[in-house]
């Protein structure tokens, strides 16, 4: 089992930036695959970011050059910079961990959720 909870979220004007945080506690931080996923109201959960145990890191191309998703495993902590935020950006972030080796967008290969934090952009 893995614990994961975010932090950061908040309410920025468009063009601003947050980073959002999510900390990892249970099994070892450094073999799971993490990834970061929205939800507006109203809409389905959707892919944004994912980092692999080696670092590799996969995009959604709606925040692609917008965002970057880092990991530092000694902190056994994962980021999501985001810069450049539109009204779009605005949703709940969650925080996921899978033991997948690859870097992966689809929720259903994510076993393991945090509560979400709610990012408001306003224009």
């Known amino acids: 089992q893995v614990q994961l909870v975010e932090s950061g979220g908040g309410l920025v004007q468009a063009g601003g930036s947050l980073r959002l945080s999510c900390a990892a506690s249970?099994?070892?931080?450094?073999?799971?695959?993490m990834g970061w996923f929205r939800q507006a109201p109203g809409k389905e959960r959707e892919f944004v970011a994912a980092?692999?145990?080696?670092?590799?890191?996969v995009y959604a191309d709606s925040v692609k050059g917008r965002f970057t998703i880092s990991r530092d495993n000694p902190k056994n902590t994962v980021y999501l910079q985001m810069n450049s935020l539109k009204p779009e950006d605005t949703a709940v972030y969650y925080c996921a961990a899978s033991m997948t080796p690859y870097t992966s967008t689809r929720h259903a290969s994510y076993g393991w959720w945090g509560q979400g934090t709610q990012v408001t952009v306003s224009s």
């Open positions: 980092i692999n145990r080696s670092g590799s890191t």
């Open positions: 249970g099994r070892t931080f450094s073999n799971y695959a």
